[in-house]
């Protein structure tokens, strides 16, 4: 055989195994990604590594979307907080509602849970809303909860933020090994704040983060060099970074704004949660339709001009490993 005929057929085969090989360490996620069984309201997303279990879990706001009886919004209230598991981040399968122990008052509402783990302990960061109103008039705290299973949560305070108007925590540790929570301030126009600790039980509230758009669901990680934010303003994802943890600065462009061609991806995303995981992020947010609202993923891009991009109609390949 020839030496260039010899040399064609190995950079062809060499071609073939390369995506072969990828594909083999990956998986393409479902899409949808995932629904919840009880009441088809799947949303407000948090995921984190069960380090006993090996696997991923996701909990979530399990919305009474498909509550026949529900009248107002009090579908979306009288909610508990759903699990799933997945050993990969590409399959998702139903586990159970999460045991909380904080619900004081009849009717209670669990929202929008944030997890980080610390020193070997899950805490949750949790909305806590005292009863299932018909509307928005009513207070809402934020509490902190610790497990040691992520099934299980023991209740240990109502974190002092600035009023008792507040919801969608989220709690990311820094550089400085300090932990900043992010969450928004209903009562200062939907503006999102942000509150300081050195331990994850005692905190300090710092005031305004970020309000040039109203928005919610406020989600901190770091990547590619910048700490970045991202908030839900209802009409897509809007875009921060900032070399500080303080100063922050818009992209012009907005995530899943534009609702996707993929099964039941065809509205815009809402509150949302990222993993960073082996230099890879991955974007997971809920689409909602007519009341019923599901889990999307899609994987993020990194721009030369410092900016956050992805693609919602290409399919996902994603492996999530456990994080060191």
């Given at each position: 055989?020839?030496?260039?005929?010899?040399?064609?057929?190995?950079?062809?085969?060499?071609?073939?195994?390369?995506?072969?090989?990828?594909?083999?360490?990956?998986?393409?996620?479902?899409?949808?990604?995932?629904?919840?069984?009880i009441y088809?309201?799947?949303?407000?997303?948090?995921?984190?590594?069960?380090?006993?279990?090996?696997?991923?879990?996701?909990?979530?706001?399990?919305?009474?979307?498909?509550?026949?009886?529900?009248?107002?919004?009090?579908?979306?209230?009288?909610?508990?907080?759903?699990?799933?598991?997945?050993?990969?981040?590409?399959?998702?399968?139903?586990?159970?509602?999460?045991?909380?122990?904080?619900?004081?008052?009849?009717?209670?509402?669990?929202?929008?849970?944030?997890?980080?783990?610390?020193?070997?302990?899950?805490?949750?960061?949790?909305?806590?809303?005292?009863?299932?109103?018909?509307?928005?008039?009513?207070?809402?705290?934020?509490?902190?909860?610790t497990s040691?299973?992520?099934?299980?949560?023991?209740?240990?305070?109502?974190?002092?933020?600035?009023?008792?108007?507040?919801?969608?925590?989220?709690?990311?540790?820094?550089?400085?090994?300090?932990?900043?929570?992010?969450?928004n301030n209903?009562?200062?126009?939907?503006?999102?704040?942000?509150?300081?600790?050195?331990?994850?039980?005692?905190?300090?509230?710092?005031?305004?983060?970020?309000?040039?758009?109203?928005?919610?669901?406020?989600?901190?990680?770091?990547?590619?060099?910048?700490?970045?934010?991202?908030?839900?303003?209802?009409?897509?994802?809007?875009?921060?970074?900032?070399?500080?943890?303080?100063?922050?600065?818009?992209?012009?462009?907005?995530?899943?704004?534009?609702?996707?061609?993929?099964?039941?991806?065809?509205?815009?995303?809402?509150?949302?949660?990222?993993?960073?995981?082996?230099?890879?992020?991955?974007?997971?947010?809920?689409?909602?339709?007519?009341?019923?609202?599901?889990?999307?993923?899609?994987?993020?891009?990194?721009?030369?001009?410092?900016?956050?991009?992805?693609?919602?109609?290409?399919?996902?390949?994603?492996?999530?490993?456990?994080?060191?």
């Amino acid at each position: 055989m020839r030496p260039i005929l010899k040399l064609s057929l190995f950079v062809f085969a060499f071609a073939i195994l390369i995506p072969a090989t990828l594909h083999a360490q990956s998986d393409i996620a479902d899409k949808p990604l995932f629904h919840d069984p009880i009441y088809d309201g799947a949303a407000d997303p948090a995921f984190i590594y069960n380090r006993k279990e090996h696997k991923w879990f996701m909990l979530y706001t399990n919305r009474r979307a498909t509550d026949a009886n529900a009248h107002g919004v009090t579908w979306v209230h009288g909610t508990r907080i759903g699990i799933a598991e997945s050993v990969d981040g590409a399959h998702w399968k139903y586990v159970d509602t999460a045991n909380i122990n904080y619900r004081p008052d009849s009717g209670f509402t669990h929202w929008a849970p944030a997890l980080i783990e610390n020193k070997g302990l899950y805490h949750m960061f949790l909305t806590y809303v005292p009863g299932t109103f018909t509307d928005w008039n009513h207070p809402r705290n934020i509490v902190h909860l610790t497990s040691t299973d992520l099934r299980n949560w023991k209740f240990e305070a109502i974190v002092p933020l600035v009023n008792n108007k507040v919801i969608d925590p989220y709690v990311v540790k820094m550089q400085d090994g300090t932990f900043r929570m992010f969450y928004n301030n209903e009562k200062d126009g939907k503006s999102i704040y942000y509150a300081d600790s050195k331990d994850l039980y005692h905190w300090t509230d710092k005031g305004l983060a970020v309000h040039d758009m109203s928005g919610e669901g406020p989600i901190a990680f770091t990547w590619k060099g910048h700490n970045w934010l991202i908030v839900d303003n209802w009409k897509g994802l809007g875009v921060y970074n900032s070399p500080d943890w303080t100063t922050w600065k818009r992209q012009d462009e907005r995530l899943v704004e534009i609702p996707g061609t993929g099964k039941e991806d065809n509205g815009k995303g809402d509150h949302a949660d990222v993993v960073v995981n082996n230099d890879h992020a991955y974007l997971f947010y809920f689409v909602e339709i007519n009341k019923r609202s599901w889990i999307q993923v899609t994987e993020l891009k990194y721009r030369p001009d410092g900016t956050l991009t992805c693609d919602r109609n290409e399919p996902t390949h994603i492996k999530l490993s456990a994080p060191k």
